[in-house]
């Protein structure tokens, strides 16, 4: 078992098994968990990894140890977690490393109504108590709390679809690429007895990830799901996430959308429904986001990259949706939390309510040209970020509230740490192609020089 402060992160716990993370560790900090939340009882769900089942099993006899009931939801989302901790209004604790490899393992923590826990939040006096149970080398005790296995995953479809109804769109022929993750197990309830033509790819649960990683931010990950809407003729393609908890969208030409342009969908949606609403982006997300929010009669506010600061900021303002660069959606009527599946429907619902193809739909969402996210492995983070920001001293406006943001005439980039990984992280948007590639290019070469 290794140190507990290397596998909590700043919103969530994420280790390689068992080096990192084990039976020993999972049973205190289910037991840390009861003690620092006082909960009485706590829902758990896990995803297809084969070491989630064992690890949500030891976390639960931390808890019931700490006299705490369990509602066991077995497999679900993390999007099918919160639904059950909003819905039953108990803490929660999902079981998944997202898109990690397979030797990953990890668990994503809420109090009841699915609000998040975060480092300042709680994580921090969860880990510590946790480290002092394992240094004591204390049993967590006879458990003494009670179980209850409940099935929720057709009352989460349910209240997906009381959320978007799809039940009068046209006929979409939509592809479905699960990574062997957990969309395959949600997906089908959601779609059942829907006018959707339904085109699976990679549906069998299979935490070793046969086929490609469960991570569709990184391209080769979407190929097949390209493939597939081009020889299909499919309408659109959706693909999810290990843990189903994030969504990305590929048009009828088998081109991606980005999750700005959805962003930008979702809200204008949301504020037909809720008109003058708060629309929350992250420092990442395209300048369009903003611009089209305030165009619908919204107000858009910037926050920094993170879920737990995306949930805060909604909490705090009040806010109908908010949406992340990283294909992260959350929606206010969704316990604030966020769904990929909810963030697939809505698309779905504005493609199907009409005639036109989406990449016609989703262009009217697109106004800028983005690199993208590009990682640098980068030895001294600190001194990386002080020649590029010394590199551009005087040529724009300089934000510190995540990172390095530099924006100047037609263009901007984001420049920060990784909390995970000795990455810098580098995002650049612009009016114009070229003139985005050669601030992407130039802050590439800054960075690069410190690597070597």
Same mark, same amino acid.
């Given at each position: ?14 280790g390689?098994v068992?080096?990192?993370?084990? %039976? ?10 009861? %003690? ?13 990894? %084969? ?10 006899r931390?808890? +019931? ?27 929660? /604790? ?46 967590a ?14 009352? #989460? ?6 959320? /978007?109804d799809?039940?009068?769109? +046209? ?19 959601? *779609? ?16 070793? *990830? ?68 708060t ?7 395209s ?11 919204? /107000? ?29 959606? #959350?929606? +206010?009527d ?5 769904s ?7 698309v ?5 309510e009409? %005639?036109?193809a989406?990449?016609? /739909?989703?262009g009217?969402?697109? +106004? #800028? ?43 901007? *980039?984001n420049?920060?740490?990784s909390?995970?990984?000795?990455l810098l992280r ?21 960075v690069?020089?410190v690597?070597?």
């Amino acid at each position: 078992m290794g140190d507990l402060a290397k596998i909590f992160k700043a919103y969530d716990v994420r280790g390689v098994v068992p080096d990192e993370l084990d %039976e020993p560790a999972a049973e205190a900090i289910g037991a840390a968990f009861v %003690e620092v939340t006082g909960a009485e009882s706590i829902v758990v769900a896990h995803d297809m990894r %084969e070491s989630s089942p064992v690890l949500a099993e030891a976390f639960i006899r931390g808890a +019931r140890a700490r006299r705490a009931d369990v509602v066991h939801a077995g497999l679900g989302s993390t999007d099918l977690l919160y639904y059950a901790s909003g819905s039953l209004g108990l803490p929660g /604790v999902m079981f998944t490393a997202s898109h990690n490899p397979a030797r990953y393992n990890g668990m994503k923590m809420c109090r009841a109504g699915a609000v998040p826990i975060g480092g300042d939040t709680g994580l921090t006096r969860i880990r510590d108590r946790a480290a002092e149970l394992l240094r004591e080398q204390a049993p967590a005790g006879t458990p003494a709390g009670s179980v209850i296995e409940k099935d929720l995953l057709s009352g #989460y479809a349910h209240h997906l679809r009381t959320l /978007v109804d799809l039940s009068g769109i +046209r006929p979409l022929k939509v592809v479905v690429d699960a990574g062997n993750g957990m969309g395959g197990h949600t997906v089908p309830a959601v *779609f059942e007895g829907l006018p959707i033509d339904l085109v699976p790819l990679y549906f069998e649960l299979d935490g070793t *990830f046969p086929n490609h990683e469960a991570n569709p931010l990184e391209p080769q990950n979407l190929v097949d799901l390209q493939r597939a809407v081009v020889e299909t003729g499919a309408d659109i393609g959706l693909a999810f996430d290990g843990d189903a908890d994030r969504c990305w969208v590929i048009d009828e030409r088998g081109e991606s959308v980005s999750p700005s342009a959805i962003t930008a969908l979702v809200a204008v949606r949301e504020l037909a429904k809720h008109p003058g609403a708060t629309i929350i982006h992250n420092l990442i997300t395209s300048k369009g986001v903003p611009e089209i929010v305030a165009e619908h009669g919204g /107000v858009p506010v910037r926050t920094r990259v993170g879920h737990s600061f995306i949930k805060a900021e909604m909490a705090r303002t009040g806010a109908v949706f908010g949406g992340e660069h990283s294909a992260h959606y #959350y929606f +206010r009527d969704f316990w604030f939390a966020d769904s990929g599946m909810l963030a697939a429907m809505h698309v779905l619902a504005a493609l199907g309510e009409q %005639e036109r193809a989406l990449s016609e /739909v989703a262009g009217a969402y697109s +106004r #800028y040209h983005a690199s993208g996210e590009v990682n640098s492995t980068v030895s001294d983070q600190a001194e990386a970020l002080r020649r590029v920001r010394a590199a551009f001293a005087g040529r724009g406006e300089f934000d510190e509230i995540d990172g390095l943001t530099v924006t100047g005439s037609g263009w901007w *980039f984001n420049l920060r740490p990784s909390n995970t990984e000795p990455l810098l992280r580098l995002n650049a948007e612009a009016a114009d192609e070229s003139t985005m590639t050669a601030i992407r290019d130039e802050v590439l070469a800054i960075v690069g020089k410190v690597s070597e």
